[in-house]
């Protein structure tokens, strides 16, 4: 079993940045990547970055604003979002993939115009 918990979400103007957390606890070594996705109410879920040994991805749509990065001593996880849109208003979730995906429980990242 895997427990991650995110932090980090919040208000932010358009233009702004935010870094969103996510700490990782229980049968950790086990964890083969680690991702963040984001939901809007009435969409379905969708990738935003993910991170394994030696390599990340992200959607099209954050390429070159949004930066995944991993803390093995920390357990954790970030997602460093800069040139924030208000379309990147959302939930988003942090995944741990150990051959089953776990998730937590999302933070709210809300982007004004």
């Known amino acids: 079993q895997v427990q991650l918990v995110e932090s980090g979400g919040g208000l932010v103007q358009a233009g702004g940045s935010l870094r969103l957390s996510c700490v990782a606890s229980g049968i950790i070594f086990s964890i083969n990547a680690m991702g963040w996705y984001r939901q809007v109410p009435g969409k379905q879920r969708e990738l935003v970055a993910t991170?394994?040994?030696?390599?990340?991805t992200y959607a099209d749509s954050v390429k070159g604003r949004f930066t995944i990065s991993r803390d093995y001593g920390k357990s954790t996880v970030y997602l460093q979002m800069n040139s924030l849109k208000p379309e990147d208003t959302a939930v988003y979730y942090c995944?741990?993939?150990?051959?089953?995906?776990?998730w937590g429980k999302g933070t709210l990242v809300t982007v004004s115009s």
């Open positions: 995944n741990a993939d150990t051959g089953s995906a776990y």
């Open positions: 991170i394994t040994p030696g390599r990340t």
